[in-house]
């Protein structure tokens, strides 16, 4: 028996010791890439937002109460109040910015106004102001001092006893200062539109004989007072003529 017990023991010594485990490491098929870290993808630059531009014209037609004219307007004058029409439209200033603008008409005429100013505005012909002559307290001089584009205005003709197209709604005095009323004689009431008395004339805001403006007026119907023989309206376009 102890024979058995000490053949036993030369055999597990022969053999070593207990059988050390394998490392995991050896247990990985080869050729097998050991995994890395997952990166986390690059963000998408936010594109540059490009320009959106100036606004697209607008225009509004409303009707008129007794109290919006306080002095254009007075019980004798040739159309009525309810006749007329507020057109609050998009003009594009010297300043070359969009701005909002009044001018009263009559309302048969509305349709050629707008036509009109929407082109001023996609040429960008400047325009220095637009309001109601009333904000003038009625005064064609001081609208005109003030280069200030306006439309109706209960008034007789300038050295005449008949209405002006003005009263009738039918006519607009556009940029006055850079298109001045001139004599015959060459002269203008307005000290401050004495560099502008002479045509052609290659300034903003200037109209000239046949000149794109001239030609959007006459293709609704209207004519311009710079063709008048010895005065010369330059700012003046009516429907019609007169």
């Not at 053999?15 to 080869?30: N, Q, V």
């Not at 993808?41 to 007794?66: H, I, Q």
């Amino acid at each position: 028996m102890k024979r058995v017990i000490v053949a036993v023991l030369s055999l597990v010594t022969a053999c070593g010791t207990s059988p050390t485990p394998t490392a995991a490491s050896d247990l990985e098929p080869r050729g097998t890439a050991t995994p890395t870290s997952t990166q986390a993808p690059t963000p998408t630059a936010t594109p540059t937002p490009t320009p959106t531009g100036p606004p697209a014209f607008e225009s509004k037609v409303s009707t008129l109460k007794r109290d919006q004219l306080p002095y254009s307007w007075r019980p004798g004058c040739p159309v009525h109040y309810r006749d007329l029409r507020l057109i609050t439209m998009t003009y594009w200033g010297f300043d070359e910015k969009a701005h909002t603008g009044e001018l009263v008409v009559r309302e048969t005429v509305t349709d050629d106004i707008i036509t009109v100013f929407k082109r001023l505005y996609g040429w960008r012909y400047p325009i220095k102001s637009m309001k109601l002559v009333d904000v003038y307290k009625g005064s064609d001089f001081d609208s005109i001092d003030a280069n200030n584009t306006s439309a109706f205005n209960c008034r007789q003709a300038t050295g005449s006893g008949s209405w002006s197209k003005h009263a009738y709604g039918e006519a607009v005095d556009l940029n006055p200062r850079e298109n001045p009323y001139v004599t015959a004689s060459g002269d203008t009431a307005h000290d401050n539109a004495r560099a502008f008395t002479e045509r052609p004339l290659d300034k903003p805001g200037v109209i000239n004989p046949g000149d794109r403006v001239v030609r959007a007026f006459a293709a609704v119907g209207w004519e311009w007072g710079g063709y008048w023989s010895g005065t010369k309206d330059y700012q003046h376009f009516s429907k019609g003529g007169g």
